[in-house]
């Protein structure tokens, strides 16, 4: 297993427990306790984590997985969602798309739909979301538009009031927001405040709101508000999502996708 490969799986468990120990990591992962101790202390400098006697704890109370340390975790699940989200969209669109897992599988379906594959432009995407940007700025039919803003190492986001003077000056058909929970009562939310932030002018500048999110996200809520439920047009998620739940969404007035 690779070095990247082990920093991913020991930051997955560590969000999912809470606290990882040194010999428990190593028989998890099937390398030497040594590797493990060396592993938590390269990712303690980086601020990843906490070392403590024997072991490592999350770092701080409330902890996001950066985007490029996630694994692909409900990967099938997001691709068949984002398969679902880019066949929504029509070509000469403008289209608003967040940072995320999710919005990120949006971007590559997008990029290899036969009728997108050439226009003046074929899309108009707009995007605070470097590595979204990065992906599809090679693809000469789509119009790339970059907010402004400070890079959030996190997620590749810009966010902060640069954006700002780019989204008061534009109108879109479609945004679609990749969310870390989506509740019927407290609405669309992220973890980071700034970024939930550039999310919500991208909702307001729309005519049309999208959330990709799988089912571990539905019936969740995080720190930062993004919008109410009642600014959802569409939610698109997978077939494993609970029927209740979804039924609640509906009944909040949004059309449901589960794929």
Not at 96 to 106: H, I, P, R
Not at 212 to 231: E, T
Request: glycine share 8%; proline share 3%.
């Amino acid at each position: 297993m690779s070095r990247d490969a082990r920093w991913k799986s020991l930051l997955e468990l560590l969000v999912e427990r809470g606290r990882l120990d040194v010999e428990d990591a190593a028989g998890e992962l099937g390398v030497s306790a040594a590797t493990i101790r060396r592993d938590f202390d390269q990712l303690a400098e980086q601020q990843m984590l906490v070392r403590t006697r024997g072991g490592a704890v999350v770092h701080g109370v409330s902890y996001e997985l950066p985007l490029r340390y996630k694994t692909a975790r409900n990967a099938s699940e997001k691709q068949r969602i984002a398969t679902a989200v880019a066949e929504l969209l029509t070509p000469g669109e403008a289209v608003g798309l967040t940072g995320g897992t999710t919005t990120t599988e949006v971007a590559r379906a997008l990029a290899v739909r036969p009728d997108l594959a050439s226009g003046t432009p074929a899309l108009t995407i707009v995007t605070n979301a470097l590595n979204i940007a990065n992906e599809l700025a090679v693809r000469p039919q789509f119009k790339i538009v970059l907010t402004g803003g400070v890079a959030r190492p996190q997620s590749y986001e810009l966010i902060g009031p640069l954006a700002d003077g780019v989204l008061g000056q534009i109108t879109l058909d479609t945004a679609v927001l990749g969310v870390v929970g989506l509740d019927v009562t407290h609405g669309a939310s992220a973890h980071d405040e700034a970024e939930a932030a550039i999310n919500r002018l991208l909702c307001e500048r729309a005519e049309r709101v999208v959330v990709a999110a799988d089912a571990s996200k539905l019936g969740q809520r995080a720190f930062a508000r993004i919008c109410d439920v009642a600014q959802v047009d569409i939610l698109v998620t997978d077939e494993s999502a609970d029927r209740a739940t979804l039924e609640h969404f509906e009944e909040a007035g949004v059309r449901v996708l589960a794929v």
